[in-house]
């Protein structure tokens, strides 16, 4: 048995939309901020994040739950299975795989039957090689094993090898890093501002002060969010242009493009920071 999220067409459309917005959208705003001609106004700058970031992901997150399931894969064929679905697909009538051209909102594929009709559900998985490599040998679906070579799910199970990102690895990137450059800035304006370190605390009170420090933090954490979006886009394009133009490197690009990413963002949060000083 092999978790699987099963999806319809018009489900599948509505996940990839939201999914491909909620990650287009940060690239774009690092675009906006950099040629904007007025200051950033931090409540309308969160607006934009919760609205064509965080919500869209969210709505593609509660579909891919709301269509988990199982693929169960033996001699006699497969089956798919979620709530209010069970379909069986006997061996012999599975004529071909069809691996999804783009992975959105993640690889997948679809199986077509000897009378040539594409089944109206398919299979997403955050590695599907183990369900492919299932039919190919357990259920004798030759053509399971020809797409295991198909570049999106290459792709995916080079993806799948560099390891997933927990809740906590993101906390840690994001929030908690953030804190130094925030503690900077924030320190920085209120010199700037009010005199000393906490100019704001005696001039305005705890509330005021707290307040202005916790905007500082979220901007940055988002900031942060930003500037990891800017490599994470020519990442995944590499690793995914290497799935088709070099397969057996694309385990090798996967983990270079993912240390890339960790050295230019690290390295490049504290690089702005100096530099904005410098400037």
Same mark, same amino acid.
């Given at each position: 048995?092999?978790?699987?999220?099963?999806?319809?067409?018009?489900?599948?459309?509505?996940?990839?939309?939201?999914?491909?917005?909620?990650?287009?959208?940060?690239?774009?705003?690092?675009?906006?901020? !950099?040629?904007?001609? !007025?200051?950033?106004?931090?409540?309308?700058?969160?607006?934009?994040? +919760?609205?064509?970031?965080?919500?869209?992901?969210?709505?593609?997150?509660?579909?891919?739950?709301?269509?988990?399931?199982?693929?169960?894969?033996?001699?006699?064929?497969?089956?798919?299975?979620?709530?209010? /679905?069970? &379909? *069986?697909? =006997?061996?012999?009538?599975?004529?071909?795989?069809?691996?999804?051209?783009?992975?959105?909102?993640?690889?997948?594929?679809?199986?077509?039957?000897?009378?040539?009709?594409?089944?109206?559900?398919?299979?997403?998985?955050? *590695? =599907?090689?183990? #369900?492919?490599?299932?039919? #190919?040998?357990?259920?004798?679906?030759?053509?399971?094993?020809?797409?295991?070579?198909?570049?999106?799910? !290459?792709?995916?199970?080079?993806?799948?090898? %560099?390891?997933?990102?927990?809740?906590? *690895? &993101?906390?840690?990137? @994001?929030?908690?890093?953030? /804190?130094? =450059? #925030?503690?900077?800035? @924030?320190?920085?304006?209120?010199?700037?501002?009010?005199?000393?370190? @906490?100019?704001?605390?005696?001039?305005?009170?705890?509330?005021?002060?707290?307040?202005?420090?916790?905007?500082?933090?979220?901007?940055?954490?988002?900031?942060? !969010? &930003?500037?990891?979006?800017?490599?994470?886009?020519? %990442?995944?394009? $590499?690793?995914?242009?290497?799935?088709?133009? #070099?397969?057996?490197?694309? $385990?090798?690009?996967?983990?270079?493009?993912?240390?890339?990413?960790?050295? &230019?963002?690290?390295?490049? +949060?504290?690089?702005?920071?100096?530099?904005?000083?410098?400037?």
């Amino acid at each position: 048995m092999q978790p699987v999220h099963v999806y319809s067409r018009p489900w599948r459309l509505v996940a990839a939309s939201l999914f491909a917005l909620s990650r287009a959208n940060l690239p774009a705003m690092v675009f906006a901020i !950099v040629f904007s001609q !007025v200051p950033i106004n931090p409540p309308a700058f969160y607006r934009t994040v +919760v609205v064509f970031s965080l919500l869209p992901a969210l709505g593609a997150s509660t579909i891919a739950r709301a269509l988990r399931g199982v693929l169960t894969v033996d001699a006699r064929g497969a089956r798919l299975a979620r709530a209010g /679905l069970e &379909l *069986d697909v =006997p061996a012999s009538a599975i004529a071909a795989v069809r691996p999804w051209r783009v992975p959105l909102p993640g690889p997948g594929f679809a199986l077509v039957t000897t009378s040539d009709r594409r089944l109206p559900y398919a299979v997403q998985a955050r *590695d =599907p090689v183990p #369900a492919l490599v299932a039919l #190919a040998d357990v259920g004798g679906v030759e053509a399971a094993r020809t797409a295991l070579g198909h570049p999106t799910i !290459v792709y995916a199970g080079a993806k799948a090898a %560099a390891g997933a990102w927990r809740w906590r *690895d &993101l906390a840690l990137k @994001f929030p908690v890093f953030a /804190l130094a =450059p #925030a503690a900077v800035l @924030f320190r920085v304006h209120q010199h700037i501002a009010y005199g000393g370190t @906490f100019g704001e605390y005696y001039l305005l009170g705890l509330s005021a002060f707290l307040q202005t420090a916790a905007i500082y933090w979220v901007t940055t954490t988002i900031y942060c !969010v &930003l500037w990891a979006s800017v490599w994470r886009g020519p %990442a995944e394009g $590499a690793s995914l242009l290497a799935a088709y133009v #070099a397969p057996s490197h694309a $385990a090798r690009v996967r983990r270079a493009a993912e240390i890339a990413c960790r050295v &230019l963002y690290y390295a490049g +949060v504290p690089a702005l920071v100096a530099l904005r000083f410098a400037s």
